[in-house]
């Protein structure tokens, strides 16, 4: 398993959405910036909102067991082998990311049961 790059790439507003639907005082995610970069592989990684998780992680996964040699639904939505643009579950405020499989090997990080 390889770990997967995963680097902020916009976060948008829909301001006209949350004028009708979200709270007062709604902005853009105030969890994420721009450029900001995480590694994962099988676990979600420490700072990243839990919802952006959700909505990303079977891609990560995908990546971090080889996808990364082949372009994801036969070739027809990303071009580059490897990669893969997503974006978290939030119609009001959604958080767009890019995700690169990379040569660094994953290691568990957590120690087995001794018997």
Not at 2 to 14: A, C, D
Not at 61 to 68: D, I, K, M
Not at 85 to 92: A, E, H, K, V
Request: proline residues 4%; contains cysteine; aromatic residues 14%.
């Amino acid at each position: 398993m390889r770990k997967v790059k995963i680097t902020v790439l916009r976060k948008m507003f829909n301001e006209d959405f949350a004028k009708e639907f979200g709270v007062e005082g709604l902005t853009a995610c105030p969890m994420l910036r721009e450029g900001q970069v995480f590694y994962a592989d099988y676990a979600k990684p420490e700072g990243l909102c839990d919802e952006a998780w959700k909505a990303i992680y079977q891609y990560v996964f995908a990546l971090a067991h080889g996808a990364g040699k082949e372009t994801f639904y036969y070739g027809d939505w990303i071009r580059k082998p490897g990669v893969a643009i997503c974006s978290c579950n939030d119609g009001l405020r959604p958080v767009i990311f890019k995700l690169e499989a990379t040569d660094e090997e994953s290691k568990i990080d957590y120690e087995p049961v001794k018997e």
